[in-house]
Structures are given as C-alpha cells and as structure tokens.
C-alpha cells in the first residue's frame, strides 16, 4: 500500500551546523512531494515543494533533494538556528487525486 | 486574509455525544481537506473534497461525516463520540487547477482543534 515513513524519528544538532531529514516514500505514481514545519500546538506549516521531474529545490536555507530511482526525499537546513526546532514531516502527493499522505515525522531539536 | 479557520480550538465531548468541527477558507481554493493527528505521528486523512457537493473518504473515515455545501466551508461531524476519537484535527485547503493565492498546489492547514472524548 501507499507509505511515507521518516529514517530517524529524532534529530539533534548544534546551532550553525547543517541539518539533513531524510524521508522514503513508497508509491512510484507520487508526483508531488512537500516539506512541513510543525511547532507545538500549530498546525504544519508549508517550507518547499519538488515535484517529481525536478531533482533538487532550493529555498531559503532549504533544499528538497529527489532520488526516484530509491524513493527517497531528503530536507536540508543550512546553518541550523532554535527557531528551526519543530517536527518536520514530509508528505507525498499524486495531484490528480489530491490526496496527501504524510510520513510520521522527525523531531529536529537544535543546542545552542 | 485569514487562511483556513477552524472552530472550535479545544472541545471535550462525553462518549456517545455529537459535535461539528467548523472550517471555512477564503481563498476561493476548491479543495479542502480534514486530519487528524495522535500524538507524536503524522497526520491521516479523514475526508477531503474537490469542490463544492463533492466529497470523498480518506484513509480513517469511520465514525465522521462531511458536507460541502459551499466553496468556503467544509464542516466535519462527529455522530457518536469515541475515546478513540482524542486527538487533533486539521482542516486544510489548496487550490489544484489554476492560479489562486498560493504556490501551485501547496496545500495550507488550520491551527487545529484538540478534541477529547471521554
């Protein structure tokens, strides 16, 4: 069946340093894949998207990497700030049925 | 503009009680969606819908309903409260199609309700 699970459910870096959560996914039909922030007691909040023929998405200080050939989805922090503590969900999304499903999510918690 | 508003924020319910879930988007988005979160996971589709009159089960539809009467709102009911029931609901939209405010078809969330049933 469809799945989107995380690597590591938890993720603890120094402030500065780069932050990597890794994501797979396992339905090939998936065309659109999005990044989410979570802090306690919101709702998730939108960082980027990649759909499947692109390869790589930066934003500010993110950016989306897409292996399809593993089905892996990766998110990357550059210099790593406490704001950025929060759970980080990716979910994957096959647009014409406008359905999406989310992984369980990594807890990123950065030392200062 | 105020996004996706969800009432109320936090509720508690007896078993066996009803209650409806209020969410209303203003931005003319023709999808809307309704999750829930247990603690510590991620979120699971309860229903969702391409637009108005048309609504569709996700992947944990048991025990809710839905109606979308309009564009802006999408009301989640619960008929028969259950402990199994606890836990937090998003509503969500997006606009899949055209040009509307956001980006493509990012889909945005409300703040969430916290529902406890008892």
């Known amino acids: 069946g469809e799945s989107v699970g995380l690597h590591l459910p938890t993720l603890s870096v120094q402030e500065g340093d780069n932050s990597i959560i890794n994501c797979a996914y396992s339905?090939?039909?998936?065309?659109?894949f999005i990044w989410y922030k979570q802090e306690s007691g919101k709702g998730p909040q939108f960082i980027i998207d990649?759909?499947?023929?692109?390869d790589k998405r930066q934003g500010q200080r993110v950016t989306v990497l897409l292996n399809k050939t593993v089905k892996h989805l990766s998110l990357q922090i550059a210099a790593t700030q406490p704001g950025d503590s929060a759970v980080y969900f990716c979910?994957?999304?096959?647009?014409?049925?406008?359905?999406?499903?989310f992984g369980q999510g990594t807890e990123l918690s950065v030392k200062p | 503009n105020a996004g996706v508003t969800q009432t109320p924020k936090f509720r508690i319910l007896k078993i066996g009680q009803s209650m409806t879930l209020q969410c209303a988007q203003d931005?003319?988005?023709?999808?809307m969606y309704w999750y829930r979160q247990d603690p510590g996971m991620g979120l699971k589709l309860i229903y969702y819908?391409?637009?108005?009159?048309?609504?569709d089960k996700g992947e944990v539809p048991n025990g809710y309903n839905v109606s979308r009467s309009t564009t802006e709102d999408f009301p989640l009911r619960l008929e028969l409260a259950a402990p199994s029931q606890t836990s937090v609901y998003f509503c969500?939209?997006?606009?899949?199609?055209?040009?509307?405010?956001?980006?493509?078809?990012?889909?945005?969330f409300g703040e969430g309700s916290w529902l406890t049933v008892v």
């Open positions: 969500a939209s997006s606009y899949q199609g055209g040009n509307a405010r956001g980006s493509g078809n990012t889909i945005y």
């Open positions: 339905n090939s039909a998936s065309d659109y």
């Open positions: 990649i759909r499947s023929n692109m």
């Open positions: 979910a994957e999304n096959i647009l014409w049925a406008g359905k999406l499903i």
């Open positions: 931005m003319n988005h023709n999808y």
């Open positions: 819908s391409v637009g108005a009159g048309i609504t």
